[in-house]
């Protein structure tokens, strides 16, 4: 399915480290968008890497698309307690974005 | 800007029963996606409308239906409910034909006793 899995299911990481997930997809994609969601409430959008682009940097955010691989990583620079969260990637194609379960990050103080 | 608006916030229904649940999207949005969010199944794409026009729809059965009103506003109905359809259901909206950028509402978070 085009439904995107996030590696690791849940991630916790002192305050200034950076923290890293990936995301595994299987059909071809348009585009793959990162989301952010803060204790069940709704998404926020972060950032979007379309199928033809290989890298791209928002703030300290670094996201990377290897469509021969069908996977995409995020990379959070210089976390903060702010950063924690449960993150999903979003494969899209045919009108539809679709996530996976996500992975829960946890910024230690 | 208003954001996008899910009413009501909260709702709790019996089995058996149905329920309408609402989305106004952001002014100027023509795409309406809804999604159900459980802790074991993640996100589950529920149905896509754009235009009053339903474009792709997920794998779920009958009981679930949407439209889509000429304001660009949103119903999803679900009928003769189920325990398992206790969920947070999240509405998305996006300006145009491509799903460049969802933006979420708060959802409406339905318990069915």
């Known amino acids: 399915s085009q439904q995107g899995e996030e590696d690791p299911q849940a991630l916790s990481i002192q305050e200034g480290e950076n923290a890293t997930m990936n995301c595994s997809y299987k059909?071809?994609?348009?585009?793959l968008q990162w989301y952010r969601q803060n204790s069940g409430r709704g998404l926020v959008h972060l950032i979007l890497?379309?199928?033809?682009?290989r890298e791209k940097h928002s703030g300290r955010l670094r996201v990377t698309l290897d469509t021969s691989k069908k996977s995409s990583s995020l990379l959070i620079t210089a976390s903060r307690a702010a950063d924690t969260a449960s993150y999903f990637c979003?494969?899209?194609?045919?009108?539809?974005?679709?996530f996976g379960a996500g992975t829960t990050v946890t910024v230690r103080a | 800007k208003a954001g996008v608006t899910q009413t009501p916030r909260y709702l709790i229904k019996t089995r058996g029963q149905q329920v309408t649940l609402s989305c106004s999207p952001i002014?100027?949005?023509?795409?309406v996606s809804w999604y159900q969010q459980t802790p074991g199944q993640g996100l589950q794409f529920l149905f896509e409308?754009?235009?009053?026009?339903?474009?792709n729809k997920g794998n779920f059965p009958g009981r679930f239906s949407g439209r889509q009103f000429s304001n660009s506003r949103s119903e999803m109905n679900v009928s003769t409910l189920e325990l398992g359809d206790s969920a947070l259901y999240l509405c998305?909206?996006?300006?145009?034909?491509?799903?460049?950028?969802?933006?979420f509402g708060s959802g409406t978070q339905l318990s069915v006793l």
């Open positions: 979003a494969p899209s194609n045919d009108y539809k974005l679709s």
């Open positions: 998305a909206s996006s300006p145009g034909g491509q799903l460049e950028k969802l933006f």
């Open positions: 890497i379309r199928s033809n682009e």
């Open positions: 002014s100027g949005h023509r795409s």
């Open positions: 409308y754009f235009s009053e026009t339903q474009r």
């Open positions: 059909t071809s994609i348009n585009n």
